[in-house]
């Protein structure tokens, strides 16, 4: 069965902090994604990454970087976090086309 | 670049009603996916279905079907005898067959079956 898991439900950080969001994949699966989901915007693709330590921007890549040094594992990191990053964040593996998702990070910015 | 337009924010109906979900899209490629997934209250995104443009016969899953309409870049949800675990935000999205594999989405609409 496909598995697709993230660090935490829900993240609580302070203006400023460096965020690391983990997410990580059991099925071998060369790419991996990481959206943003806000309310009436649907989601969005940061970054995605198509091989160890390769990686691409998405649409909406700034105040974000990631990191991809495991197959398995994907990391989106907030290096210095602002308000307008609270969202959920989806992470994403997939096979030729499918995706499948991980349940979601609820990530509060004060 | 491809858009997806998901032009029913909400919409809500009976029990075992059916109900239908329209999604428009516009894209200059001949190949790819449309994909139809559903995220529940609890947040977990799941797949519904998964229609390849190549194929002319709509893809049906138990009580899911699609309406494709290539030539009007349409692509709808039909939900058959709906049940209270249908409530949730349904997404419509497209992934070109060759490329990366990325999923352009629409903004979704969220169902509410009412008992």
């Known amino acids: 069965d496909v598995k697709v898991t993230q660090s935490s439900r829900y993240l609580v950080k302070r203006t400023g902090e460096k965020v690391f969001l983990e997410c990580v994949q059991d099925?071998?699966?060369?790419?991996m994604f990481w959206y943003r989901q806000d309310p009436g915007l649907g989601l969005r693709l940061i970054y995605f990454s198509y091989d160890v330590k390769m990686k691409e921007k998405g649409d909406i890549p700034e105040g974000y970087s990631v990191s991809r040094e495991k197959k398995e594992r994907f990391s989106l990191i907030l290096e210095s976090a602002s308000t307008n990053q609270t969202s959920m964040y989806l992470c994403a593996s997939s096979v030729p086309g499918t995706q499948y998702f991980g349940p979601g990070t609820r990530l509060l910015v004060l | 670049a491809q858009t997806v337009t998901q032009s029913q924010p909400e919409m809500s109906v009976q029990e075992a009603e059916t109900v239908t979900l329209s999604c428009t899209y516009d894209t200059s490629e001949n190949n790819y996916y449309l994909f139809w997934y559903k995220q529940p209250p609890s947040r977990q995104m799941i797949l519904v279905i998964r229609?390849?443009?190549?194929?002319?016969q709509n893809a049906t899953e138990n009580r899911f079907s699609v309406n494709f309409q290539k030539a009007a870049k349409s692509f709808s949800l039909k939900i058959s005898d709906s049940q209270l675990g249908d409530t949730a935000m349904y997404f419509c999205?497209?992934?070109?067959?060759?490329?990366?594999?990325?999923?352009?989405f629409g903004t979704g609409t969220r169902l509410t079956i009412i008992p």
């Open positions: 229609q390849e443009a190549y194929k002319q």
């Open positions: 099925m071998d699966h060369e790419n």
């Open positions: 999205a497209f992934m070109n067959l060759f490329g990366n594999e990325k999923l352009t």
